[in-house]
C-alpha cells in the first residue's frame, strides 16, 4: 500500500516557498495528552469558495481550526493565512466558534456580543460611537437579526445564537472567515439565512471554511471539500473529491455502503 | 461623617474605596467563573505575611509596618496563584482541586509562622492576628492612604482593561482568535484581584476578603443583564457594604470590620435573591406558578371538548373558579364554548406545525399560545381551510 504522507512532515520550508493561499496548514500535529488528534496534515484551501472539512465524529474537524487559529496549541506544523505567518494575520480572519462553546447567560445583549468584533477598531479605550452602532446594526441585518439588537443573549433561540456569532464575525470585516458547526442544531430559517450570507461572502472574493457535518448538503452548499480523519484523506473540487471511495476512507465503516452511494452519486 | 470623628471618617472613607475597588474587580473574577482563585490567593497572604514581619524585625525596623508586610502577603499570593495556574493547566488536577491543596497549604504555613512569630517573644508582635479577620482599631492615616491609594489604582487598571477581559470572560476561543494573550489577560485580571486581596487585608482580613469579591458581583448579576452595568453595580454594592460596615465597626469597637462589611453586603445580596423581577427566587416561583395554572387550564379545557372526565383536582379548582364547569365538575354553558375554542386553536396548531411553509411559527408552538396572536387573520384562513369538517365546528 502506498503511504500518503504529508509533504513536510511538520519541517518548517525555507521561506522563499511562499505560499500565497489564503489558508495553508503544513505538516499540522496535534495531540490531547499522549494520543494525536491530528497527524501531520496539510491542507490548502483556495480563495474566494466555500470550503467544508468533513469527516466522522472525533476525526479533528474543529481541532483543525481550533489549532490553525492558536486556540489549541499544535505539536508541530505551520499555519500560514493570506501568505503571512498567522499573528500577522488574524486581524483580517474571522473566527466563528461553536454556539455551544459559550455560556449564554452571559449577561450581554446581542448588540454587545456584535460589538466584541469591532474590538481592534475600538482598542481599550475609544468610546462606543454611532457609527460603530451602525455598522453592527448592519451586521445584525445581514444575518436577519437586527430586531434583535437589545435583547438579552440567552433569550435566543439555538439558530439565533448562530446568527449572533456570523454577525459578530462579518463585524471584523476580514478576508478569511472560519466556521466551526455553523449549521449545528439550527432550524432551516437560520440554516438559509447563514448560506446566503456565506455565499455573498464568496462572491465578494472572501474565504469561507467551515465544519460541516451534514453530508446531505455538501454539494449543495461547497464548492471544495477536505475530508479528515486524524489524516488528511482528501481535498479538492467538491466535485471530483467528494466521492464513495473517499467518503468510505473517511468513516471507515462508519456509513452504510447504500448511504455513501446515495450521497456521493 | 464628620460627626463621627477623624478616625471614623478615615476608616469609612478607605473602607469604602476598598469595597468599591474588590466589587468591580470582583465581577471580572464573577464573569470568568474563577471567582474562587481568590480564595487561594487570599489564603496564601497568610505565610508572607508572617514572613515579611520576621525579616522585618530582624532587619531592626517595626515589624508591623503596613507597606512592608503587605509587600510580603502578595509575593506569598502571587505563588499561590501561579502554582493553582500552573497545576490546573500542567496536571491532571482541576482547578477546584488545586484551589483546595494550595489554600490549606499555604494557610497552614502562615499558622506556623504565626505561632514561630509569637514565641520569639519580641514583644511587639501583637496585633498580626488582626489580619485574618480585619480590624479597623488604630489605623493610622498612613495606613488609610496606602488602603485608597492601592483601591484607587487598582480600579483605573480595571477600567482600562475592562473590554478584553469582558471578552475573555464571555468567549475566551474568540478572543485568542482575534489575536489577544488570553493567558496574560487572566493573569492581570488575578494580579488586580491580587491587589484588591491585599489591600484589603488591614480592613476585612484574609479569610473574608473573598466574600468582598465574590458576593457583591453575585448581587449586582441579579438586577442587570448588561456585563458593563453589572461591574458597575457591583462596585457600587462593595462600597455601600464598605463605607456602612466600617461606620458600624466603628460605633462598636468590639465587633470584627470583615464580618460585619461581609454580612451587610450579604444583605445587599438577599434583597436581589427574593425581590429581583428577573432572576429572583420569588419571581421564579410566581412564574412557574403563572405558567402550571395556563397548562392545567388548556389541558382541562381540551378533556372537557374532547369529553373526557378531569380528574386534576388543580385542574378542577382552576376550572370552577372561572365559572367554566359546575360544583358537580359538568361544564357550563360558557365553558363548553371556551373549550371548543381551545380545541380548534390546537387543531389549527396541528396543521400548521405538519405545514412546512409555516416552519418560523410553528417553532412557537408551546400548547399555550392561542394561534391568533401568531398568524394574521388571511394565514388563519389559509389553515382553515385545511380543517377536517369535524374539526372546524
Known amino acids: 500500500m502506498e503511504l500518503d504522507l504529508a509533504t513536510d512532515n511538520g519541517q518548517p520550508r525555507p521561506e522563499t516557498t511562499r505560499d500565497d493561499s489564503p489558508f495553508a496548514i503544513r505538516g499540522l500535529t496535534v495531540s490531547y495528552g499522549d494520543k494525536p488528534a491530528l497527524f501531520s496534515v496539510d491542507a490548502t484551501f483556495p480563495a474566494a469558495a466555500m470550503s467544508a472539512i468533513i469527516g466522522p465524529n472525533g476525526a479533528g474537524k474543529s481541532t483543525l481550526l481550533k489549532a490553525a487559529l492558536g486556540i489549541v496549541k499544535p505539536v508541530s506544523g505551520r499555519v500560514t493565512m493570506l501568505g503571512q505567518p498567522l499573528k500577522r494575520a488574524l486581524d483580517r480572519v474571522a473566527y466563528v466558534p461553536q454556539r455551544a462553546s459559550v455560556d449564554w447567560d452571559f449577561p450581554a445583549r446581542v448588540i454587545d456580543v456584535v460589538l466584541m468584533g469591532l474590538s481592534r477598531e475600538l482598542g481599550l479605550l475609544r468610546r462606543v460611537r454611532p457609527h460603530h452602532l451602525d455598522k453592527a446594526m448592519t451586521c445584525l441585518a445581514r444575518v436577519g437579526m437586527d430586531g434583535f439588537a437589545d435583547r438579552q443573549i440567552g433569550q435566543l433561540s439555538g439558530g439565533q445564537q448562530q446568527r449572533v456569532f456570523l454577525a459578530r464575525a462579518l463585524a471584523q470585516q476580514a478576508e478569511v472567515y472560519l466556521l466551526d458547526e455553523p449549521f449545528a442544531g439550527v432550524d432551516a430559517a437560520t440554516e438559509k439565512a447563514i448560506i446566503g450570507v456565506l455565499k455573498s461572502l464568496r462572491d465578494d472574493g472572501k474565504t469561507v471554511v467551515a465544519v460541516h457535518h451534514d453530508l446531505a448538503t455538501v454539494t449543495e452548499y461547497f464548492d471544495h471539500v477536505f475530508l479528515i480523519n486524524q489524516t488528511r484523506i482528501a481535498e479538492g473540487p467538491t466535485v471530483e473529491t467528494f466521492t464513495a471511495a473517499n467518503l468510505q476512507a473517511t468513516y471507515r465503516g462508519r456509513l452504510a455502503l447504500q448511504q455513501i452511494d446515495r450521497l456521493a452519486g | ?393
Open chain 2, 1 to 393: 461623617m464628620l460627626a463621627l470623628g477623624y478616625n471614623a471618617a478615615l476608616v469609612a472613607t478607605g473602607a469604602g474605596l476598598l469595597g468599591v475597588a474588590a466589587g468591580v474587580t470582583g465581577s471580572f473574577l464573577f464573569l470568568r467563573k474563577r471567582a474562587l482563585v481568590s480564595d487561594a490567593m487570599s489564603h496564601a497572604t497568610l505565610p508572607g505575611l508572617a514572613l515579611a514581619f520576621m525579616v522585618m524585625t530582624v532587619l531592626g525596623g517595626d515589624g508591623r509596618a503596613l507597606p512592608g508586610l503587605l509587600a510580603g502577603s502578595a509575593l506569598s499570593a502571587w505563588l499561590g496563584v501561579l502554582t493553582v495556574s500552573w497545576l490546573s493547566r500542567r496536571t491532571r488536577l482541576g482547578e477546584d482541586a488545586a484551589i483546595g491543596a494550595v489554600l490549606s497549604v499555604f494557610f497552614g504555613l502562615g499558622i506556623v509562622g504565626l505561632t514561630v512569630i509569637q514565641s520569639l517573644n519580641t514583644g511587639r508582635q501583637a496585633g498580626l492576628e488582626t489580619f485574618l479577620l480585619g480590624s479597623t482599631a488604630g489605623m493610622l492615616f498612613s495606613d488609610a492612604l496606602t488602603i485608597a491609594l492601592g483601591g484607587a489604582l487598582t480600579l483605573a487598571l480595571a477600567w482600562l482593561l475592562r473590554r478584553p477581559m469582558l471578552m475573555v470572560a464571555f468567549d475566551p476561543d474568540y478572543a485568542t482568535a482575534t489575536g489577544r494573550d488570553v493567558a496574560r489577560i487572566d493573569l492581570a485580571m488575578l494580579a488586580l484581584a491580587l491587589a484588591v486581596t491585599v489591600v484589603g487585608l488591614k480592613i476585612v482580613g484574609l479569610i473574608l476578603i473573598v466574600a468582598l469579591l465574590i458576593i457583591p458581583p453575585v448581587a449586582a448579576r441579579f438586577w442587570s443583564d448588561r456585563a458593563d452595568r453589572v461591574v458597575l453595580l457591583s462596585g457600587i454594592i462593595g462600597g455601600g457594604a464598605g463605607v456602612t460596615g466600617a461606620l458600624l465597626s466603628g460605633m462598636a469597637p468590639d465587633l470584627p470590620t470583615g464580618p460585619i462589611i461581609v454580612l451587610i453586603a450579604f444583605g445587599l445580596f438577599a434583597v436581589g435573591f427574593f425581590f429581583s423581577p428577573g432572576r429572583g427566587v420569588l419571581a421564579a416561583v410566581l412564574r412557574h406558578r403563572r405558567f402550571q395554572r395556563r397548562v392545567h387550564m388548556r389541558q382541562g379545557l381540551l378533556a372537557i371538548a374532547q369529553g373526557q372526565p378531569v380528574y386534576e383536582r388543580l385542574t378542577l379548582r382552576l376550572l370552577r373558579r372561572a365559572g367554566l364547569i359546575r360544583a358537580d365538575a359538568v361544564a357550563t354553558d360558557a365553558g363548553r364554548a371556551v373549550a371548543a375554542k381551545a380545541l380548534l386553536d390546537e387543531h389549527r396548531w396541528q396543521i400548521l406545525r405538519a405545514d412546512p411553509r409555516f416552519e418560523t411559527a410553528a417553532a412557537l408552538y408551546d400548547g399555550l399560545r392561542p394561534l391568533d396572536t401568531v398568524l394574521t387573520p388571511d394565514q388563519l384562513t389559509e389553515i382553515d381551510r385545511n380543517l377536517r369538517p369535524e374539526a372546524a365546528t
